[in-house]
Nanobody, 122 residues
């Protein structure tokens, strides 16, 4: 059984930075695709960024140029560096693992963490 645990969330002012981490336990195929999603209250879950085993990335337009996704295969870990945060980035952030490429569609991901809250104040 694969377990994903997010950390690094918190409260920051607009313009600030946070770095999210996703640690895993259990066996992971190195070819797995990894992604970050977020969900704000009353809104649908949306894809933020995805990365494959070749370190090819895909970003949502809303975070392009501000967020950076990375992974450490040796540690089975996933990261999201978030810079120049905006109030509209406020949401619960989730990491997810799947095997359907760099899609940002939640239904394509099989394994999910419990989330870490990010709150950005203006």
């Amino acid at each position: 059984q694969l377990h994903l645990v997010e950390s690094g969330g918190g409260s920051v002012q607009a313009g600030g930075s946070l770095r999210l981490s996703c640690a895993t336990s259990g066996y992971i195929d190195i070819s797995v695709d990894m992604a970050w999603f977020r969900q704000a209250p009353g809104k649908e879950r949306e894809g933020v960024a995805a990365i494959n085993s070749h370190d090819t990335t895909n970003y949502a337009d809303s975070v392009q140029g501000r967020f950076t996704i990375s992974r450490n295969n040796a540690k089975n870990s996933l990261y999201l560096q978030m810079n120049n945060l905006k109030p509209e980035d406020t949401a619960m952030y989730y990491c997810a693992f799947g095997s359907f490429g760099l899609t940002l569609v939640p239904a394509r991901y099989s394994y999910w963490g419990q989330g870490t809250q990010v709150t950005v104040s203006s």
